[in-house]
C-alpha cells in the first residue's frame, strides 16, 4: 500500500538554525513527492515537489531530494525565519492523482 | 493563489442534522477532492471528482456522499451528521496527469453538537 511516515514534532528552532523534517514512503510504482506548508488558519500551500527518482526540489530556501534507495523525501533549510513557523506535510502522489499525507510536523521558530 | 472557495467557512450544527458543503473552482480542472483534517491524521481524503458526474470514494467515505453536477462545483453532503464529523474540511483542486500538485481551499470548520 500507499503511506507515509514523517518526522514526529513538534519542532522548535532558534532563528538561523539549520532545518531537517524527515519523511520516508512506502509506495507501489513509482510515485511523485511533495512537501506542503500550512499556516494558521489556512490551507495547504504547497512547497516543493519532486516527480522521479534524485529530482530536488527547491523553494523559498527549502529543499528535498527524491531518494528512491532510501525512500525518503527529507525537508531541510539552512537557515530559518520566525515567518517559517507552520505545519509541514509531507505527501506522495500515485498514479490515480491520489495524495497520501503524513500526520504533519509543527515548526515553532523562536526569535 | 488558486481560485477555490470553500462555503460556508464556519458552521456549527446538530447531531443528526444533514450539512452540505461547497467547494466552487474558477479553474477548469478535471479533479476536484474533500479532505478532513483531525489531529495526528494529517489529512485524509473523503472522496474524490475526476470528472461532471463522476465520482469516487477515498479512504474516510463512510457518513459522507458527493456531487458534481458541473465542473466548478462540488459539493460533500453529511446526510446525518454525527460528533466523530467534527473536523476541518478542505476541498482541493488539480490538474490531469502524474505529478500535477493539489491546491487547497482555506477549509471549513464544522463543529457538530
Known amino acids: 500500500g500507499n503511506s507515509v511516515t514523517q518526522m514526529e514534532g513538534p519542532v522548535t528552532l532558534s532563528e538561523e538554525a539549520f532545518l531537517t523534517i524527515n519523511c520516508t514512503y512506502t509506495a507501489t510504482g513509482y510515485p511523485s513527492l511533495f512537501w506542503y506548508v500550512q499556516y494558521p488558519g489556512e490551507g495547504l500551500q504547497l512547497l516543493l515537489k519532486a516527480t522521479k527518482a534524485d529530482d530536488k526540489g527547491s523553494n523559498k530556501g527549502f529543499e528535498a531530494t527524491y531518494r528512491k534507495e532510501t525512500t525518503s523525501f527529507h525537508l531541510e533549510k539552512g537557515s530559518v525565519q520566525v515567518s517559517d513557523s507552520a505545519v509541514y506535510f509531507c505527501?506522495?502522489?500515485?498514479?490515480?492523482?491520489?495524495?497520501?499525507f503524513g500526520t504533519g510536523t509543527r515548526l515553532t521558530v523562536i526569535p | 493563489d488558486a481560485g477555490i472557495t470553500q462555503s460556508p467557512r464556519h458552521k456549527v450544527t446538530e447531531t443528526g442534522t444533514p450539512v452540505t458543503l461547497r467547494c466552487h473552482q474558477t479553474?477548469?480542472?478535471?479533479?476536484m477532492y474533500w479532505y478532513r483534517q483531525d489531529p495526528g491524521h494529517g489529512l485524509r481524503l473523503i472522496h474524490y471528482?475526476?470528472?461532471?458526474?463522476?465520482?469516487d470514494k477515498g479512504e474516510v467515505s463512510d457518513g459522507y456522499s458527493v456531487s458534481r453536477s458541473k465542473t466548478e462545483d462540488f459539493l460533500l453532503t453529511l446526510e446525518s451528521a454525527t460528533s466523530s464529523q467534527t473536523s476541518v474540511y478542505f476541498c482541493a483542486i488539480s490538474g490531469t496527469g502524474q505529478g500535477q500538485p493539489q491546491h487547497f481551499g482555506d477549509g471549513t470548520r464544522l463543529s457538530i453538537l
Open positions: 479553474e477548469n480542472h478535471r479533479y
Open positions: 505527501a506522495l502522489q500515485t498514479g490515480a492523482n491520489n495524495l497520501f
Open positions: 471528482s475526476y470528472g461532471v458526474k463522476d465520482t
